[in-house]
């Protein structure tokens, strides 16, 4: 069964912390997507990337940095958390190219800074 | 004018009913269309996509598009509790300048409620 899979379901950090969020999909997708999910808010993009090493600005990227050293995993940094990224983080994979059937999505992580 | 926008709902039906869910977007350039549901709690799944006009039909949903309005459904048949959800229209938005050519942007969502 393929998968998208995120490296924690719930994560409690303090402000000011450097927190990573880990995702890693074994599809063979090139893109790869990190998303916020907020009541009222919908979901955000964050950061996306289409292949090893290369990344795009989302809607709001402020506050967070991504990598992708490799193919299936795509890695979401807050360098300083603060307490308004409290929030549901969901990783998202897909192929490149349209039409690309849709996304993928992680099981989601939800973060908590206090 | 956000550049895609559902029903705000909450949207309640009894079991056994038809659930109509009404997705717009704004960009005629967009080209592939997409239906997802979430549970509370839980991530979406996708549950339909449509690239042409006309009608789509997998189970008892059918998800229907009409370019030249812009308009986007699904509709859900024998409506049962355990489709009560939150329904997320996503649309692959043309006229971005996408290297992928392959993000898509949400809806807010439209929750529906299938009572027993």
């Known amino acids: 069964d393929v998968k998208v899979t995120q490296s924690s379901r719930y994560l409690v950090k303090r402000t000011g912390e450097k927190v990573f969020l880990e995702c890693v999909q074994d599809?063979?997708?090139?893109?790869m997507f990190w998303y916020r999910q907020d009541p009222g808010l919908g979901l955000r993009l964050i950061y996306f990337?289409?292949?090893?090493?290369?990344?795009e600005k989302g809607d709001i990227p402020e506050g967070y940095s991504v990598s992708r050293e490799k193919k299936e995993r795509f890695s979401l940094i807050l360098e300083s958390a603060s307490t308004n990224q409290t929030s549901m983080y969901l990783c998202a994979s897909s192929f490149y190219g349209i039409p690309n059937y849709g996304y993928t999505f992680g099981s989601g992580t939800r973060l908590t800074v206090v | 004018q956000k550049e895609v926008e559902q029903n705000s709902g909450p949207l309640s039906v009894p079991e056994g009913a038809i659930a109509s869910l009404n997705c717009t977007y704004s960009?005629?350039?967009?080209?592939?269309f997409f239906w997802y549901r979430q549970y509370s709690g839980k991530s979406p799944e996708l549950i339909m996509f449509i690239y042409s006009n006309g009608d789509k039909e997998d189970g008892r949903f059918t998800a229907q598009l009409n370019k030249a309005s812009q308009y986007v459904s699904l509709l859900i048949r024998d409506s049962q509790p355990s489709d009560s959800a939150t329904y997320l229209c996503a649309v692959n938005i043309g006229r971005r300048r996408e290297t992928s050519g392959s993000r898509l942007t949400f809806g807010e969502g439209t929750q529906l409620t299938v009572n027993p």
């Open positions: 960009d005629r350039g967009s080209q592939s």
């Open positions: 599809m063979d997708h090139e893109n």
């Open positions: 990337s289409y292949d090893v090493k290369m990344k």
